[in-house]
């Protein structure tokens, strides 16, 4: 009997550590990213970061200025969020307030397609196909801009808005729909005076959430926002996000360089604004029971 | 009151016409790639080497290293997710640490891909000393995909009745017996196809790998786990911008398009085919 209850503590503690994974891997990374950043405090020095000018490869004077990327990141971000919300959001309501059985049963996996498209395909396609487009129509010198950036991050989001918001739409009580109903109000009005409100708060961290994806995506709009380290909130410019710089300079760096440990407070600043993004819309899911406590 | 019908109508059409636009957006890439991919899949293509920094020849070498990729991820984070989810179902208790877990568990999802490339390569890459390797990638992509597998497994686990673990436990059976042979087998199914999804995701990322383990190209095929490999996105991302004559090679990089997009949404097609099956087969 001893025997197997000690057994049985050691399976519970071996499924406890594997259990607990989540937040040593959590805590390595911003161990691990620190631990490279670190030295950096040191020399150059920290404002060194807060400043106009990313340049990191330079005979004269190497400048590791954050901000354009940050603002970078942040027109790409707006914009894809702006194109995506009404796609996310009235998808979502009509595919759970509007569209029959059958429907439903098509259009939900079809759209998770789309999540499930390898994000370096989607720059391709934005490459060969969306950006010459954006090229004619504004009549721009290149296609290669924040704006055809954010139209295929916009595409990378939706599903995330859609498939959250619908879960907050369908969590709604039923006896609001009804009442709403019974006095004479009609299909339409119910679904956006009654059911959609209801759902807000949502709906809003469905947003956060896709806005979340957005920030952390890297191989497209490495692939087509044209990657000028430039402060513009110009959407017909080309600019350089957080997570291309990274992705672009890695790869050419001497390990503990000055520009190696810039790039891992980069990768700070992105951990922190998605960290941040995330946690807001998990407290508000929380709240309405859509995550089980 | 007529009008106001027909005005409804009308919305309700134009909200059908938004979400269809999606649809139709999905369409177009899936028709694009395969249509213009198509015409540059050919057995050499699939099982050659290539020749002229890529302009030429095959991409055998990258799918290879892809699924090398892919399977180093699956052994090293199904059973860690599938042990994580066994605990978070079946023994953990409403506390601090449970909730601190589950907390883990979001954020880590909420990672972006480079970030894992950047702890991937201070830990992995110079700090275990794995160098750029497969090793390095597998862990890193496994670290990504952990919080999908354990979300999945977690749903079927849950869908198994409580019931099924009462008679056991009644019968006289311990806890572990009764979720080895009463629990895992139901779920089992479940769980699987719930981590293809996040197998997928992993076959298709390039950021992470970009630092840990892809190289553009390699003379020989890998023979140990600390070799570096080529890779189909990192692949595909080279030829697409990097290519001094990036124009002309646009039917190779279709072709490793293709190959990429059909490998991912073949596994998605698995997964979702595979829980029709388990659903229609288990119902309780």
């Known amino acids: 009997m001893n025997k197997q209850r000690l057994k049985a503590k050691i399976i519970k503690y071996f499924l406890q550590s594997c259990g607990s994974l989540s937040i040593i891997i959590i805590l390595l990374i911003f161990l691990f990213l620190f631990k490279e950043a670190l030295p950096f405090i040191g020399s150059p020095g920290l404002n060194e970061l807060f400043h106009s000018i990313w340049n990191p490869v330079s005979f004269q004077k190497e400048e590791f ?35 029959t059985p059958g429907e439903r049963e098509f259009l939900k996996p079809f759209i998770e397609i789309l999540a499930g498209i390898p994000s370096v395909v989607l720059g391709f396609f934005g490459l060969v196909v969306i950006a010459p487009l954006v090229k004619d129509i504004f009549g721009l010198n290149t296609g290669l801009t924040a704006l055809t950036g954010s139209i295929l991050l916009a595409f990378m989001a939706i599903p995330t808005i859609m498939s959250i918001s619908e879960d907050a739409i369908k969590s709604v009580p039923s006896a609001y729909k009804e009442a709403s109903l019974a006095l004479g109000a009609s299909k339409l009005e119910t679904i956006w005076k009654v059911v959609v409100p209801a759902a807000l708060s949502g709906i809003v961290a469905s947003v956060m959430l896709g806005m979340g994806r957005v920030v952390g995506e890297t191989m497209t709009v490495m692939m087509v926002t044209g990657n000028a380290p430039v402060i513009s909130m110009n959407p017909f410019t080309s600019v350089r996000t957080m997570t291309a710089t990274i992705a672009a300079e890695m790869g050419e760096v001497t390990f503990g360089s000055h520009h190696y440990m810039a790039l891992f407070w980069v990768g700070i600043v992105l951990m922190l604004m998605t960290f941040l993004l995330n946690m807001v819309s998990y407290r508000v899911l929380k709240k309405y029971g859509m995550i089980d406590k | 009151m007529k009008s106001k019908r027909t005005g409804d109508k009308i919305v309700f059409w134009m909200m059908r016409g938004i979400t269809y636009s999606v649809v139709l957006f999905i369409a ?99 700090t275990l000393d794995f160098g750029s390797s497969i090793l390095a990638g597998s862990l890193t992509l496994a670290c990504m995909i952990l919080p999908t597998i354990i979300v999945a497994s977690e749903e079927a686990l849950k869908a198994v009745p409580k019931y099924m673990r009462e008679g056991s436990l009644a019968l006289g059976a311990t806890k572990w017996e009764t979720i080895y042979k009463n629990v895992l087998p139901y779920a089992m199914p479940g769980m699987l196809t719930g981590s293809i999804l996040g197998i997928g995701r992993a076959a298709g990322e390039t950021a992470p790998i970009l630092l840990t383990a892809a190289a553009f190209f390699l003379p020989e095929l890998p023979t140990s786990v600390f070799d570096q490999v080529m890779a189909l996105p990192y692949h595909l991302y080279i030829l697409a911008t990097q290519h001094p004559e990036a124009q002309k090679i646009l039917p190779m990089q279709y072709g490793t398009a293709l190959v990429l997009l059909f490998l991912v949404i073949g596994l998605n097609f698995v997964a979702i085919f595979l829980r029709i099956r388990v659903r229609k087969k288990y119902k309780w």
Do not use: C, N
């Not at chain 2, 991919?37 to 890529?54: H, M, N, R, V, Y």
């Open chain 1, 65 to 99: 200025g954050l901000y354009p990327l940050i603002t970078g990141s942040i027109l790409v971000t707006v914009l894809a969020t702006i194109i995506a919300i009404p796609f996310g959001i009235i998808g979502a309501v009509y595919i759970s307030e509007v569209a």
């Open chain 2, 28 to 126: 177009y890439i899936l028709l694009d790639i395969l249509l213009h991919g198509l015409p540059a899949i050919s057995w050499e293509f699939l099982t050659g080497d290539p020749e002229k920094s890529g302009a030429e020849g095959g991409i055998f070498p990258a799918i290879l290293g892809t699924l090398l990729l892919v399977v180093g991820t699956i052994a090293v984070a199904l059973p860690l997710g599938m042990f994580s989810a066994i605990y978070l179902t079946e023994y953990a208790k409403q506390s601090k640490f449970t909730q601190t877990i589950r907390m883990a568990i979001v954020t880590l999802a909420g990672v972006p891909s480079i970030v894992f490339g950047l702890f991937g390569l201070g830990l992995f890459v110079i």
